[in-house]
């Protein structure tokens, strides 16, 4: 319909339909104290509404997905998140331990690393020989 889509008639019917919601009388008494057609002035109250309505259910709809994105992104404390990145570079490092130690051939290291640098020496040997 264009000639709802007319910026100038779309802000005139605005206006008056604010100022018919803010004066407290009815729709026939406003009409007639500001000489205008009852009809259009159903018209436009209808398609203003009804475009004011869509602003609001999408605003309320990016509420809402603001609100469950919240919820999803922190569910978990900071501190909590803290120890259980802790525990995943504990679990890497410890990953990577056995398999340097299942590399050299050994089932069973210390924290230290054990004998691996001399297994390991002993091994480079044995290959260069």
């Given at each position: 319909m264009e000639y709802f889509k007319n910026d100038a008639r779309r802000s005139f019917?605005?206006?008056?339909?604010?100022?018919w919601r803010r004066s407290g009388l009815s729709k026939r008494k406003y009409?007639?104290?500001?000489?205008?057609s009852g009809g259009t002035f159903d018209r436009w109250l209808r398609h203003l509404i009804d475009a004011e309505t869509l602003k609001?259910?999408?605003e309320l709809r990016?509420?809402?997905r603001r609100e469950r994105l919240r919820k999803k992104r922190s569910p978990?404390?900071?501190?909590?998140?803290?120890r259980a990145v802790q525990a995943f570079w504990a679990m890497h490092v410890e990953a990577m331990r056995w398999t340097a130690a299942a590399?050299?051939?050994?089932?069973?290291?210390?924290?230290?690393?054990g004998m691996v640098p001399q297994l390991i020496e002993q091994r480079n040997g044995a290959l260069a020989t």
């Open positions: 019917w605005s206006v008056h339909v604010e100022a009409c007639r104290q500001h000489r205008l609001i259910r999408a990016r509420e809402e978990v404390s900071k501190d909590q998140r803290c590399h050299v051939g050994l089932a069973d290291i210390g924290r230290d690393g």
